[in-house]
C-alpha cells in the first residue's frame, strides 16, 4: 500500500534504529514543591475563610460583654475579608469599626491590602475614614492544630483553631491585653 492511495500526499517515514527513551522532566520536582508550597498557603487560607460571629469580647477589667452589648462579623471568602464590630464604649457611647481587605496566606506570612476602613470611636468625634488601599505583612505561626498570626493593621493578634478564633488586643496605653474577642464559624 502507498501513502498517495491513502490520500496523505506525503513519503512515509523510513524506519530508525534509534531507541525511543523516554526522559524525566527537570522540573518535576521543582513543580511538586511549589504545588505544596502553595497547597499549604492555600490550607491557612481554608482554615481562615468562612463566616465568623463575635460571641463575647472580655474587657481588662475582666467585665466579658455578650450580644447585643457587642456584636459582630466577619466573612472571609476567595481572598476578601469584611468585617463589621459594633460595641459600646466604657461610657455607654456606641462606637464601631467596619473595614474590607484582600488577604493571602504563604507558609510563613499573612499578607493583607486594607482596601477601606471606617471607625466611629464613640467620643462624638466624626468617624474616621481611610481609603487608601496599603499593604503590609505579618509572620504566621503554625503548632499543633493552630494557626497564629498578629493583624497588620489592627491591635489583634490572632488565634485560630477549628471553628473558635480569638483577636486579643493590647492595651492602648501598654501593659498587657485591652480585650479579647471570642468568634465561632458559622456553617
Same mark, same amino acid.
Given at each position: 500500500?502507498?501513502?498517495?492511495?491513502?490520500?496523505?500526499?506525503?513519503?512515509?517515514?523510513?524506519?530508525?534504529?534509534? =531507541?525511543?527513551?523516554? =526522559?524525566?522532566?527537570?522540573? *518535576?520536582?521543582?513543580?511538586?514543591?511549589?504545588?505544596?508550597?502553595?497547597?499549604?498557603?492555600?490550607?491557612?487560607?481554608?482554615?481562615?475563610?468562612?463566616?465568623?460571629?463575635?460571641?463575647? =469580647?472580655?474587657?481588662?477589667?475582666? *467585665?466579658?460583654?455578650?450580644?447585643?452589648?457587642?456584636?459582630?462579623?466577619?466573612?472571609?471568602?476567595?481572598?476578601?475579608?469584611?468585617?463589621?464590630?459594633?460595641?459600646?464604649?466604657?461610657?455607654?457611647?456606641?462606637?464601631?469599626?467596619?473595614?474590607?481587605?484582600?488577604?493571602?496566606?504563604?507558609?510563613?506570612?499573612? *499578607?493583607?491590602?486594607?482596601?477601606?476602613?471606617?471607625?466611629?470611636? %464613640?467620643?462624638g468625634k466624626p468617624p474616621t475614614y481611610s481609603q487608601t488601599?496599603?499593604?503590609?505583612?505579618?509572620?504566621?505561626?503554625?503548632?499543633?492544630?493552630?494557626?497564629?498570626?498578629?493583624?497588620?493593621?489592627?491591635?489583634?493578634?490572632?488565634?485560630?483553631?477549628g471553628d473558635k478564633m480569638t483577636a486579643t488586643a493590647e492595651?492602648?496605653? %501598654?501593659?498587657?491585653? %485591652?480585650?479579647?474577642?471570642?468568634?465561632?464559624?458559622?456553617r
Open positions: 500500500m502507498q501513502w498517495s492511495s491513502l490520500g496523505m500526499g506525503c513519503a512515509p517515514m523510513e524506519p530508525t534504529d534509534r =531507541r525511543m527513551t523516554p =526522559r524525566k522532566p527537570v522540573w *518535576t520536582p521543582w513543580f511538586v514543591a511549589a504545588l505544596v508550597v502553595l497547597s499549604c498557603g492555600l490550607a491557612q487560607a481554608q482554615e481562615f475563610e468562612g463566616v465568623w460571629k463575635l460571641t463575647a =469580647r472580655k474587657l481588662p477589667n475582666g *467585665t466579658t460583654l455578650t450580644p447585643p452589648a457587642v456584636q459582630g462579623a466577619i466573612m472571609c471568602q476567595s481572598g476578601v475579608w469584611t468585617r463589621v464590630v459594633f460595641s459600646h464604649t466604657p461610657e455607654g457611647k456606641p462606637a464601631s469599626f467596619s473595614a474590607v481587605s484582600t488577604y493571602k496566606f504563604s507558609p510563613t506570612e499573612y *499578607t493583607e491590602t486594607l482596601l477601606f476602613s471606617v471607625l466611629d470611636d %464613640g467620643s488601599p496599603e499593604t503590609k505583612s505579618t509572620p504566621v505561626k503554625r503548632e499543633g492544630g493552630q494557626l497564629a498570626f498578629k493583624l497588620p493593621f489592627d491591635p489583634p493578634s490572632v488565634v485560630v483553631e492595651s492602648p496605653r %501598654g501593659g498587657g491585653p %485591652g480585650f479579647i474577642d471570642y468568634w465561632e464559624r458559622v
